[in-house]
């Protein structure tokens, strides 16, 4: 999704935008693939409990996912083992050979699919054994309106999942750090009234949702994207369109997306 699409300008509002894509394609190896696996490895072999989750129930979306992903080329069959007492071990494998981020869900006919599963070494501030285990509709509360307003439809739109496609949509933030992991965990800067351009980054969470054919479970990908303040504002209708989303958006949202105390500085530093 292009910068001027997720910033459109008009209020604030939840996007349920997607755009249509082959899993192949948004799982593919990238350019920058072999220093992004490395540092996946790097927090996966540091601490793989905090970065990787897997509930027994777990396992068959997991075989299912690698045996997609091996159908994909996007890993090679070498490295795992499928069999059950080696789950765990399979899933840090994947996550060890996958660029994008992914999580196991267990469809459920009422629309909250349960999070089973899952390797995420760069969140979005947020921490998978937290939500481990939980219906989607359980780990979107934190994020205030958004099962209000969209929650029925995401769930009818996850019930509809057809295998084959990868269904794209993206996420934004602002962050004081261009680090892709910003687990909860490692306490990174946060965003505050005096922050520089140069402190300031756009992270954008690229996701892609996958249907699991055999066991009806969803693969949920997400890929992240730092791009810097100063960037940003050589393009002025994203920049005109991320301003118009500031000024409008709701206080407790602005509170979660730790965008607060910043808010009246980043629209300042995004005048031209
Ligand atoms: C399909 C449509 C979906 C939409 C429209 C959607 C939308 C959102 C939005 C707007 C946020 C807040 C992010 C921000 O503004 O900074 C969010 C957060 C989040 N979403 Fe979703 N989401 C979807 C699917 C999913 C799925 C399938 C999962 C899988 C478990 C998921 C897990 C999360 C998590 C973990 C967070 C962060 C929560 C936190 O900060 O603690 N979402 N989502």
Redesign the pocket.
């Known amino acids: 999704m292009s910068l001027s699409e997720l910033f459109p300008e008009t209020d604030y509002r939840?996007?349920?935008r997607f755009e249509r894509k082959s899993p192949q394609e948004f799982f593919a190896r990238t350019k920058n693939g072999s220093s992004l696996l490395a540092k996946r490895r790097q927090w996966l072999n540091s601490a793989p409990a905090t970065y990787a989750g897997l509930l027994p129930e777990g396992q068959v979306f997991l075989e299912e996912a690698i045996d997609l992903a091996q159908s994909w080329g996007a890993v090679s069959p070498a490295g795992f083992s499928l069999q059950p007492e080696r789950a765990w071990d399979d899933c840090l494998t994947l996550g060890k050979c996958l660029e994008p981020d992914f999580?196991l869900?267990q469809p459920d006919l009422a629309g909250s699919?349960r999070?089973l599963g899952g390797v995420v070494c760069f969140p979005?501030?947020?921490s998978l054994a937290?939500?481990l285990g939980k219906p989607?509709s359980l780990?979107?509360e934190?994020?205030p309106g958004?099962n209000d307003t969209?929650g029925k439809q995401?769930g009818s739109?996850?019930n509809k999942l057809r295998p084959g496609v990868a269904w794209l949509?993206s996420?934004?933030?602002i962050a004081r750090t261009p680090e892709l992991n910003d687990h909860p965990s490692r306490a990174l800067p946060r965003l505050g009234p005096e922050v520089t351009t140069e402190e300031v980054w756009l992270r954008l969470e690229h996701?892609a949702?996958v249907a699991l054919p055999k066991t009806g479970g969803?693969l949920?990908g997400i890929r992240v994207e730092v791009i810097p303040l100063a960037e940003l504002k050589r393009e002025a209708a994203p920049t005109k369109g991320l301003i118009r989303a500031l000024e409008t958006m709701p206080d407790d949202?602005a509170r979660?997306?730790g965008l607060a105390t910043a808010r009246n500085r980043l629209l300042k530093l995004l005048q031209p």
Do not use: E
Request: charged share 10%; net charge positive; proline share 3%.
């Open positions: 939840f996007s349920m999580l869900l699919p999070l979005s501030h947020w937290d939500k989607m780990i979107h934190v994020v958004l969209l995401i739109f996850l949509r996420n934004w933030g996701q949702l969803i949920f949202l979660y997306k």
